[in-house]
T-cell receptor, first 114, second 111 residues
Framework: AQSVSQHNHHVILSEAASLELGCNYS??????LFWYVQYPGQHLQLLLK??????LVKGIKGFEAEFIKSKFSFNLRKPSVQWSDTAEYFC????????????FGTGTRLKVLA | KAGVTQTPRYLIKTRGQQVTLSCSPI?????VSWYQQTPGQGLQFLFE???????NKGNFPGRFSGRQFSNSRSEMNVSTLELGDSALYLC??????????FGPGTRLTVL
């Protein structure tokens, strides 16, 4: 069965530190890849997505992610985090198995210390 | 454009009862998906409806069911509630192959 792994469950960083959150998926075929963010008290919202083309995608609020097909990875990065980036981050894969179905990772809670 | 709305926002039930949750998608969206969110488990896909038909189904027992109406509004029903059903239930609308727009969720507590 397809799955998405986020190995970092909790991350604590100081402001201005660099961020990289890991995401690996298990599916050998074509996938669409997403990162969603859930700020405290807010809805889940899309950070960025990858369908095809340039494997380095840029999203909102200075986030970017790199798709490495050979590693089945789609890691999220930000060069300098801010206190307002404190949130839970979810990686998701969309598998076109007849009809599309989203598979989410378990999430990474990021706390940024001011 | 109004976002995805879910009602009620909070529910407290006891074991053995049943519950119905409602979701109104963004106007024009025909796909509605339901997820269960619990700490440590992330979001687990329940089912997706498109034009009143269930198009996808996750690995949940038959106690979890849903339906979609002609106006795209969707309901989810859980029968014979168990303690482990306590969770945040999220509804999302939009294309199943593209971005999904999430509602605020319904927090269900089973006592």
């Amino acid at each position: 069965a397809q799955s998405v792994s986020q190995h970092n469950h909790h991350v604590i960083l100081s402001e201005a530190a660099s961020l990289e959150l890991g995401c690996n998926y298990s599916y050998g075929g074509t996938v669409n890849l997403f990162w969603y963010v859930q700020y405290p008290g807010q809805h889940l919202q899309l950070l960025l997505k990858y369908f095809s083309g340039d494997p380095l995608v840029k999203g909102i609020k200075g986030f970017e992610a790199e798709f490495i097909k050979s590693k089945f990875s789609f890691n999220l990065r930000k060069p300098s985090v801010q206190w307002s980036d404190t949130a839970e981050y979810f990686c998701a894969v969309n598998v076109p198995s007849g009809t599309y179905k989203y598979i989410f990772g378990t999430g990474t809670r990021l706390k940024v210390l001011a | 454009k109004a976002g995805v709305t879910q009602t009620p926002r909070y529910l407290i039930k006891t074991r053995g009862q049943q519950v119905t949750l409602s979701c109104s998608p963004i106007s024009g969206h025909r796909s509605v998906s339901w997820y269960q969110q619990t700490p440590g488990q992330g979001l687990q896909f329940l089912f997706e409806y498109f034009s009143e038909t269930q198009r996808n189904k996750g690995n949940f027992p038959g106690r979890f069911s849903g339906r979609q109406f002609s106006n795209s509004r969707s309901e989810m029903n859980v029968s014979t509630l168990e303690l482990g059903d306590s969770a945040l239930y999220l509804c999302a609308s939009g294309s199943s192959y593209n971005e999904q727009f999430f509602g605020p969720g319904t927090r269900l507590t089973v006592l």
